[in-house]
């Protein structure tokens, strides 16, 4: 049977990833290509500024000290954030912990 016409009007063309390959923009190729990265194996990591789960080519090689609730723990910084600066809130938390934990 061949589909009608109208079948195809609002496909949205999603391009094919591989796994490794850069993020995309948009949202739809977004979830697309998470998708395949998740099949390649690859795995979020949570950004210590953030706290969004990101995929590793989304994070930066920063890593910074971010406090949990019993310690501490070493996360990446996702390149967002890394751009954006946007961290003075939890370095200062961290900070803030951090001396708690040397009195
Ligand atoms: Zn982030």
Redesign the pocket.
């Known amino acids: 049977m061949t589909p009608y016409r109208s079948d195809f009007a609002h496909l949205h063309i999603i391009p094919t990833y591989k796994g490794g390959d850069p993020a995309p923009k948009g949202y739809l190729e977004w979830h697309e290509w998470a998708r395949v990265q998740l099949r390649a194996g690859l795995r979020q990591q949570e ?1 210590g ?2 706290c ?1 789960w990101k995929f590793p080519q989304e994070l930066t090689a920063e890593k910074i000290r971010v406090a949990t609730k019993r310690s501490f723990a070493i996360r990446p ?2 390149f ?2 890394f751009v954006s600066g946007e961290s003075r809130s939890v370095l200062g938390l961290e900070r803030n912990y951090a001396q708690m934990g040397e009195a």
């Open positions: 950004c500024k953030c969004k910084v996702c967002e954030c």
